[in-house]
């Protein structure tokens, strides 16, 4: 069995140019003598064709034409034919020109050649002969037998037949080696990207991530080429982002672990009162675990596929009004204006209240964070094009174009030197995997000074 990919190309190219050469040179071969013997058959038929019509009109019929055709047969002898050399005999009777005369009946009558037997012309020999009328009517046919013609081998006319043949012959050899070598570059240029993907898929699997390969042409093994780079890209880009995040959550783990076992430690020996105070800190750092961990099992659950739902019809101002009560306190307490502006009549949506009561609260936990004493968050609900918007915007410093991409994905921060604060980086992640696991869409509008505009769209 071949294994070679080239080698099966070069036999392919190999196969198809030897059938198409053969097949060429076949056909020419029958179309040339065709027309050769068309050629002879006009050439040595003009002169005898006035002399045969005139014998049929005088006699009626053809009996008796034989003596006539031998006459005109031996005239028509090729004239290099009818004499040997100097001083040598005259040629044998086969170098005479094989004409051949057939009647209405389709009946040969006489051939240049002694024959055997009766027989019948065919529809080549009629095809090709001259037609013999007679008052408008068709009373034979002359023509040269083909079948008789291979046997003049010593004609000017034969060689040149036998030129032509050979001329044909180099020509389809000479076509196969061009085919051939053409196969071999073209093979070549074909498997090179496919063995440069091979090798780089081979350096892929063994751990080199980002390995990219030459695209060398826009066809589809170009297009295979680039598809092949963009997915090494994502992968590092993947893999790097799944290293960063076992980090951070390892980080974010351990900062309130830290915190809860030295207070445990410390009330263990003795060496710290347990006071309210120490109790409360441990409360906090511990709900702040609680909270993160929450957070991984919600996007492990929207990851897999398993996160529960329980989507029913509500009124979007319902779900703005019920937020905005909830986080009012909070913002009073910093100084923070909430505003609400709700459209009247707006179509009901089918969600899960829960889920987005939870991604409100995550965007506007964000909003509090970075809204400036004295600053404002405006909840708006309006319609859209066949959908009704959610907004969360505030007033705060805004997010530079460069980070607008990066708000959603996990554990990002826009200052990774801030301590957490009971922020976990996941918030909005969140909140996109939960809008998005109910066929809605999240996006951010945002310029530096002018605040954080996050629009949420579900389908009417």
């Known amino acids: 069995m071949i294994r070679s990919l080239t080698l099966k190309l070069i036999l392919a190219f190999l196969i198809v140019s030897l059938t198409g050469a053969v097949i060429s040179a076949v056909y020419l071969q029958q179309r040339t003598r065709s027309e050769f013997t068309r050629f002879l058959s006009d050439q040595f038929q003009s002169n005898v064709i006035d002399s045969l019509v005139q014998y049929y009109r005088t006699n009626g019929s053809w009996t008796g034409v034989e003596a006539l055709m031998r006459e005109l047969d031996g005239s028509m002898r090729h004239p290099e034919l009818n004499h040997g050399a100097e001083g040598e005999p005259p040629m044998p009777e086969m170098r005479r020109i094989p004409l051949t005369l057939v009647d209405q009946n389709r009946l040969v009558i006489y051939e240049g050649f002694q024959t055997h037997g009766m027989r019948y012309a065919t529809d080549e020999e ?22 008789m013609l291979t046997r003049i081998s010593g004609t000017p006319e034969m ?25 071999v570059a073209l093979a070549q240029g074909l498997t090179r990207p496919i063995r440069e ?9 063994q751990g080199n991530l980002g390995t990219q390969v030459t695209i060398r042409s826009n066809d589809e093994l170009g297009r295979l080429a680039k598809a092949f780079n963009q997915m090494s890209t994502d992968l590092e880009r993947a893999t790097k982002a799944r290293r960063q995040m076992t980090a ?10 830290s915190v809860i076992l030295g207070y445990t430690e410390a009330l263990s020996d003795g060496k710290l009162a347990g006071e309210p105070e120490v109790y409360e800190v441990m409360y906090k750092e511990a709900g702040h675990l609680n909270h993160l961990i929450e957070d991984l099992r919600t996007l492990s659950l929207v990851d897999a596929g398993e996160l529960p739902l329980y989507p029913q019809l509500v009124q979007p101002a319902d779900l703005l009004e019920r937020a905005a009560i909830a986080y009012r306190p909070l913002c009073e307490q910093k100084s923070i204006e909430l505003q609400t502006e709700i459209q009247p009549n707006l179509p009901l949506i ?7 009561t939870q991604i409100l609260g995550n965007l506007l936990g964000n909003a509090l964070r970075y809204t400036p004493v004295d600053g404002k968050i405006i909840l708006i609900a309006r319609p859209g094009q066949k959908t009704v918007e959610l907004h969360v915007q505030d007033s705060g410093p805004g997010i530079a174009p460069e980070e607008q991409a990066n708000v959603f994905h996990r554990f990002y921060r826009s200052d990774p030197s801030r301590s957490h604060n009971g922020e976990t980086g996941l918030g909005l992640a969140i909140a996109k995997s ?12 945002s310029e530096p000074g002018t605040g954080a505009h996050f629009i949420i769209e579900f389908p009417i």
């Open 159 to 183: 060689k040149f037949l036998q030129t032509i043949n050979q001329v044909i012959l180099i020509s389809a050899l000479a076509a196969m080696a061009i085919a051939l070598l053409l196969g």
């Open 248 to 257: 951070d959550i390892a980080h974010d783990l351990r900062s309130p672990l």
């Open 126 to 147: 009629i095809a090709q002969g001259a037609r013999l009328e007679v008052d408008g009517l068709i009373v034979g046919w002359l023509t040269v037998n083909p079948r």
């Open 197 to 205: 993907l091979t090798n780089a898929t081979q350096s892929l699997a």
């Open 434 to 445: 939960l809008v998005e696991a109910q066929g809605g869409s999240i996006r951010l509008q």
């Open 350 to 356: 089918h969600v899960d209240p829960e889920r987005i």
